[in-house]
Nanobody
């Protein structure tokens, strides 16, 4: 089981990016999926999360600018980021609670994708 994130890049302040993360492998069920970020010298923090039923939660800094969504048929989670600010610069990681009959752990992380917002 693995998570593969993509979609990061360099964008000017006020711009937008869309991150994607797909879960693959021997998967029985994907439960909650989320996005975290870690800026230089900062701890990793939750940006947004979404349950398999579509319930969402956002960090205050993301509320109103970012939208998390998922496609359960594709085991994919997205993060649409609008009105980006320089302080959004960070490595973004996807995370998922995945049930698998061949892997005993359930907490999985993607490899991270860099988002850089220039002023």
């Amino acid at each position: 089981v693995q998570l593969q994130a993509s979609g990061g890049g360099v964008v000017q302040a006020g711009g937008y990016l869309r991150l994607s993360c797909v879960a693959s492998g021997s998967i029985d069920r994907v439960n909650i999926m989320g996005w975290y970020r870690q800026g230089p010298g900062d701890q990793r923090e939750l940006v947004a999360a979404i349950s398999d039923a579509g319930s969402t939660t956002y960090a205050g800094s993301a509320e109103g600018r970012f939208t998390i969504s998922r496609d359960n048929a594709k085991n994919t989670v997205y993060l649409q980021m609008n009105s980006l600010k320089p302080e959004d610069t960070a490595v973004y990681y996807c995370n998922a609670d995945i049930q698998s009959r061949v892997v005993f752990r359930r907490d999985f992380w993607g490899q991270g994708t860099q988002v850089t917002v220039s002023s």
